[in-house]
C-alpha cells in the first residue's frame, strides 16, 4: 500500500495533464486486469483530457456495486518533483497523498483481498476511475451517472478528514447576474446614461439574502465585474455568487425568488436578468445511506474504534452518483485515507488509518453484497 502510494504520488497528474494522467492510468489498468476485470477506457468529455477507466468483475452473486474515486490531482506539473512522497512519523505528505491517489488503492487493494477470500457474491462491480474531478467532473458526469444508475450501492474513496464516513455532501451552483444600461460621458452628459454598475450595487444587496440557513443553501456574492474607464457611465455590469446547496430543489427555488426580486429597480431603463447554473449536485441526507452508515459504524466497533457519518459542505463525484428520485443506489461516500489540508501544499494522509479503513472498505462490501 504505502510503495503504491509513493509511486502514484510521484507521479505528476494534476487535471489536464495528459501525460501524467496516463502514466497513473497505466498502472490502474494493469492492477485491474491482474484481478481479472474487463477493462474499457472512455474519452472523458471536452473540454476535459484523459479517459475515463471503467473495469467490470463478474460474480455469482445478485448485486451491482460500483467504486469510484478520482486520479487527478489540483496540483501543477513539476509539483511531484519539488516535494515528493515522504512519511514523518504517522503522516504521509506529497501531492494528491490524500485527495486522491490512496482512494485508488484502497479499492484495488480491497478487491484483491475479496479475491483472495474467494468471495464472489456479487453480481457484477465497476470500478470507475475518472480522471477530471478536481475540476468540477464536466468530461466524466455523464459517465458516472449513467453507471451509477444500474447499481445497488456505489461506494466513493474521497478522504474524510477524520476517523468518518460521508452522507451528504453539498451541490455546487454558480448564480449569474447581468446588467444592461446605457453608457454616456460622466463628464458633460451623465443624465443621459444608464448606470449599470449603480443597478448591479442594488440588486446585489436586494439578492443578498437567497440563502436559506434551514435547508443548507448559501448563495454569497463574491465577483463583480463594470465600466474599465471612470468617466464613463458604464453600460454593462456582472456579478456571480457561489451557491451551495443541500436539496436540489433549492436550484428552482432561487431562479425564482431572484426572479422576482429584480423586478424592483434603482434605475428604470436598465435591463436586468439573473441565472442559476447547476454545478454539481448535492448527494443528499437519505434513509439508505445512513443505515448503510450506521453499518460501516458497527465494524468499526469490531474493531473498537468509532467512526462518524457526517455531512460534509464540499461537493464530490457522489452527487452525480446518488438520485434523489430514485431509492437506488445507496451511496455513500468518504471511504478513502483520513487526511487533511486538501488542494494545500501541506495536505497529509493519516497513515494509521489505513489498516482500519482497508478493513472497513472489505467487510463494508462483503456484508452488504451478502443481504438479499
Ligand atoms: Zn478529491
Given at each position: 500500500m504505502l510503495q503504491g502510494c509513493e509511486t502514484l504520488v510521484n507521479i505528476d497528474s494534476g487535471t489536464g495533464y495528459v501525460e501524467g494522467l496516463s502514466k497513473i492510468e497505466a498502472i490502474l489498468v494493469a492492477r485491474l486486469k491482474a484481478l481479472g476485470a474487463e477493462v474499457k477506457l472512455v474519452a472523458s468529455e471536452e473540454p476535459a483530457v484523459g479517459n475515463i477507466i471503467v473495469g467490470t468483475l463478474q460474480g455469482k452473486g445478485t448485486r451491482n456495486v460500483m467504486l469510484m474515486v478520482h486520479y487527478d490531482t489540483v496540483f501543477a506539473t513539476g509539483e511531484a518533483a519539488k516535494r515528493p512522497f515522504k512519511m514523518v512519523g504517522n503522516k504521509a505528505f506529497g501531492p494528491g497523498v490524500a485527495d486522491a491517489k490512496p482512494g485508488l488503492l484502497f479499492i484495488l487493494n480491497s478487491l484483491e483481498m475479496m479475491k483472495e477470500r474467494g468471495f464472489?457474491?456479487?453480481?457484477t462491480i465497476t470500478i470507475v476511475f475518472n480522471a477530471d474531478e478536481e475540476k468540477s467532473s464536466l468530461g466524466s458526469r455523464t459517465a458516472i451517472k449513467k453507471l451509477a444508475a444500474d447499481q445497488d450501492l456505489v461506494l466513493s474513496y474521497e478522504p474524510p478528514e477524520q476517523e468518518q464516513v460521508i452522507i451528504a455532501t453539498n451541490g455546487i451552483a454558480y448564480v449569474h447576474l447581468d446588467v444592461k444600461g446605457l453608457s454616456s460621458?460622466?463628464?458633460?452628459?451623465?443624465?443621459k446614461g444608464r448606470n449599470a454598475a449603480m443597478e448591479m450595487a442594488n440588486q446585489i444587496l436586494q439578492l443578498k439574502?437567497?440563502?436559506d440557513p434551514a435547508k443548507g443553501t448559501t448563495v454569497n456574492w463574491t465577483v463583480l465585474q463594470s465600466g474599465d474607464r471612470v468617466n464613463i457611465i458604464p453600460d454593462k455590469a456582472s456579478a456571480k455568487a457561489d451557491m451551495r446547496l443541500s436539496e436540489l430543489s433549492e436550484l428552482e427555488r432561487v431562479q425564482q425568488d431572484a426572479n422576482r426580486i429584480i423586478?424592483?429597480?434603482?434605475?428604470?431603463e436598465t435591463e436586468v436578468a439573473v441565472r442559476v447554473e447547476d454545478r454539481r449536485p448535492p448527494f443528499s441526507k437519505n434513509a439508505n445511506t445512513d443505515a448503510l452508515a450506521l453499518s460501516a459504524k458497527a465494524i468499526y466497533q469490531d474493531l473498537g474504534k468509532t467512526l462518524e457519518p457526517v455531512a460534509m459542505r464540499f461537493g464530490t463525484d457522489a452527487g452525480f452518483a446518488?438520485?434523489?428520485?430514485?431509492?437506488?443506489?445507496t451511496v455513500l461516500e468518504g471511504m478513502g485515507i483520513v487526511g487533511d489540508?486538501?488542494?494545500?501544499?501541506d495536505e497529509w494522509a493519516d497513515l494509521d488509518s489505513i489498516v482500519p479503513r482497508l478493513y472497513l472498505s472489505v467487510k463494508l462490501l462483503e456484508k452488504s453484497l451478502s443481504e438479499e
Open positions: 464472489d457474491r456479487y453480481k460621458h460622466a463628464g458633460s452628459a451623465p443624465e439574502d437567497l440563502g423586478g424592483k429597480k434603482l434605475i428604470p446518488y438520485n434523489p428520485a430514485n431509492p437506488k443506489p489540508k486538501l488542494h494545500n501544499p
